[in-house]
């Protein structure tokens, strides 16, 4: 399946401008991770890296990214971080036509 030409975005208390990066950020790979997060609420990065079949550097600089924009926090505990959603997001994709 092709990712759509268009990703909208509704997140509460977030101007124009960090809308748009945000949308911008939120590749097929993040948007599938994101989604998992909410559902699944992993212990750890390394457990859902693995349910989620990638390598764990990967989804650790994806993490990242979601924490820059608020999205997530990590919960330490012990040497372990877990990742925390913080703020939910409605994401619909649309597939634009030419």
């Known amino acids: 399946m092709p990712f759509p030409k268009s990703l909208y975005m509704l997140v509460s208390n977030t101007n124009i401008m960090e809308m748009f990066e945000l949308m911008e950020m939120m590749t097929p790979k993040r948007v599938e991770l994101f989604k998992m997060l909410s559902e699944f609420e992993p212990h750890s990065i390394r457990e859902l890296a693995e349910v989620m079949e990638r390598d764990v550097k990967?989804?650790?600089d994806d993490l990242k990214l979601l924490e820059n924009f608020g999205l997530i926090s990590f919960q330490a505990e012990g040497r372990i971080r877990r990742p925390i959603v913080?703020?939910?997001i409605i994401i619909t994709l649309v597939e634009?036509?030419?």
């Open 86 to 88: 913080r703020k939910q």
């Open 58 to 60: 990967n989804i650790w």
């Open 96 to 98: 634009v036509r030419r």
